[in-house]
């Protein structure tokens, strides 16, 4: 399985960006698809998840601001990410749990910055 980032930029504070992960490969029973991120000297933390069925996680820090969506063939994820604060400033990975399998997108990097 093969998962493509993209949507990463710089904004303002206040401002929103998309993320989305497109999957390709084999693809037969997704567990999970979800997005973390590493900050600078941090380590990298989940930022919100999605199971098959539609259940979401969230980090309390992006509750009310942060949305994860799927599309029904779970080939794609995306980040709808509103009201961004400078704390979200980190590269995003997206990441994806097939049976038994682990795997992780490239990283796109997300800049909130006045």
């Known amino acids: 399985v093969q998962l493509q980032a993209s949507g990463g930029g710089m904004v303002q504070p206040g401002g929103s960006l998309t993320l989305s992960c497109v999957l390709s490969g084999t693809i037969f029973s997704i567990n999970y698809m979800g997005w973390y991120r590493q900050a600078p000297g941090k380590q990298r933390e989940l930022v919100a998840r999605?199971?098959?069925?539609?259940?979401?996680n969230y980090a309390d820090s992006v509750k009310g601001r942060l949305t994860i969506s799927k599309d029904d063939a779970s080939t794609t994820v995306h980040l709808q990410m509103n009201s961004l604060k400078s704390e979200d400033t980190a590269v995003y990975y997206c990441?994806?749990?097939?049976?038994?399998?682990?795997?992780w997108g490239q990283g796109t990097l997300v800049t909130v910055s006045s």
């Open positions: 990441h994806v749990v097939q049976f038994l399998s682990s795997y």
């Open positions: 999605i199971s098959s069925g539609g259940d979401t």
